[in-house]
């Protein structure tokens, strides 16, 4: 694959996804933790575009919060937690975004292709949106 690299949004989101995951306690970074930092940048075009879309994007964070609370935790009283590792889920995603942007022509990868492969893996969190809700129209 070309080695491609990441824009400084993608990158500030992954490390969000990252810093979940040390906040909660687990040493995996998963494909919902990334999910989860996605939907809580309000100031995305991802948060923007599911506005938009109508799509309830606060029951789609409690149903992502949710399945990350069945993430195991490691506990190491004191210390610092170590090395994180990416699960299957979370290679595939970061893999099927730069797909994206190789497809797409484009020189970096950017929330909006992170955001897609998320769309397009099989993972519990590709599950989740596809399941998506939405509000009614007022």
Same mark, same amino acid.
């Given at each position: 694959m070309e080695n491609i690299n990441f824009t400084n949004k993608a990158q500030k989101t992954?490390?969000?996804?990252?810093?979940l995951a040390g906040d909660m306690g687990?040493? /995996?970074?998963?494909? =919902? /933790? =990334? =999910?989860?930092?996605i =939907?809580?940048?309000?100031?995305?075009?991802v948060f923007t575009l599911l506005n938009k879309l109508n799509v309830d994007i606060e029951d789609l964070q409690k149903?992502?919060?949710?399945?990350?609370?069945?993430?195991?935790t490691i506990s190491i009283e004191g210390r610092p937690m170590g090395q994180f590792y990416l699960t299957q889920d979370m290679d595939k995603v970061i893999?099927?975004?730069?797909?994206?942007?190789?497809?797409?022509?484009d020189e970096f990868v950017s929330l909006e292709h992170l955001f897609l492969s998320l769309l397009n893996t099989n993972s519990l969190?590709?599950?989740i949106l596809q399941r998506v809700t939405y509000l009614r129209n007022a």
């Open positions: 992954v490390m969000q996804a990252q810093n687990q040493q /995996h970074i998963d494909a =919902l /933790h =990334l =999910l989860f930092a =939907l809580s940048d309000n100031d995305s075009i149903k992502v919060r949710i399945a990350l609370g069945q993430i195991p893999g099927g975004a730069k797909d994206e942007a190789i497809n797409m022509g969190a590709g599950d």
